[in-house]
């Protein structure tokens, strides 16, 4: 009896847990998945697989079709996974909803109509989780690392060309310079030898109107 039950637990087909990618072979990622940071802001809510129209698409996860038919003019796959659903476009359906697929089942073909790549084909594949949107790549054992480029330290720019907001302020019971102020009124302090050549120059003066005026009396 346990032997009956166990070959029977070998031939039974277990519940797969694996993910391929939805095209093959492994295809370029054209454009990355981009979340908005407000649901109702521009984003791209999926990522785009380079292919060629006609090319087959599938599964990439187990379960079954909620949905296969035209949304907006373009045909849409969608695989159901309990609260994750995975989508498909723009594909011509080759599956009918309730259909149960496995990683890799072929689901329809790659169209050329309504491609995000246009005039290229490639394939949109989303990813939601309730609705929350997700990265799909996520769900890949091998998915592919982005490297951004390492950018250099920024130089300092002058602090003439910071704006005055921008510029430290001094610190605080610190007196601001004063600007250095020349009166056109004051010159340099006069020497010990000018007030000299000055007191003569009275001296001088001073015996001259004496001797006038003594030549005038004589007179």
């Not at 159901?80 to 697929?101: D, H, K, L």
């Not at 720019?157 to 601001?176: C, F, I, K, R, T």
Request: with cysteine; charged share 15%.
């Amino acid at each position: 009896m346990n032997l009956i039950l166990l070959t029977l637990a070998f031939l039974t087909p277990q519940p797969s847990t694996e993910t391929v990618w939805p095209l093959e072979p492994r295809p370029r990622v054209v454009h990355g998945f981009e979340l908005p940071a407000k649901p109702w802001l521009p984003g791209h809510r999926g990522v785009d697989l380079a292919g060629s129209p006609g090319q087959p698409v599938r599964a990439a996860t187990a379960g079954t079709i909620t949905y296969a038919g035209q949304l907006a003019g373009r045909g849409v796959v969608v695989v159901t996974t309990g609260a994750r659903r995975t989508t498909y476009e723009p594909i011509v359906p080759a599956v009918a909803v309730g259909a149960a697929v496995t990683p890799g089942t072929v689901i329809g073909r790659l169209s050329a109509a309504g491609s995000h790549c246009a005039p290229a084909t490639c394939l949109h594949w989303g990813l939601l989780q309730g609705k929350q949107y997700l990265n799909p790549l996520t769900l890949l054992p091998d998915r592919p690392v982005r490297l951004l480029p390492l950018s250099a330290a920024s130089p300092q720019p002058p602090l003439s060309a910071v704006p005055a907001w921008a510029q430290p302020e001094a610190p605080a019971g610190s007196d601001p310079p004063q600007p250095e102020v020349r009166s056109e009124l004051s010159g340099s302090p006069p020497s010990p030898r000018g007030e000299r050549t000055a007191a003569a120059v009275v001296g001088a003066a001073a015996v001259l109107t004496i001797a006038g005026g003594l030549m005038i009396r004589r007179h």
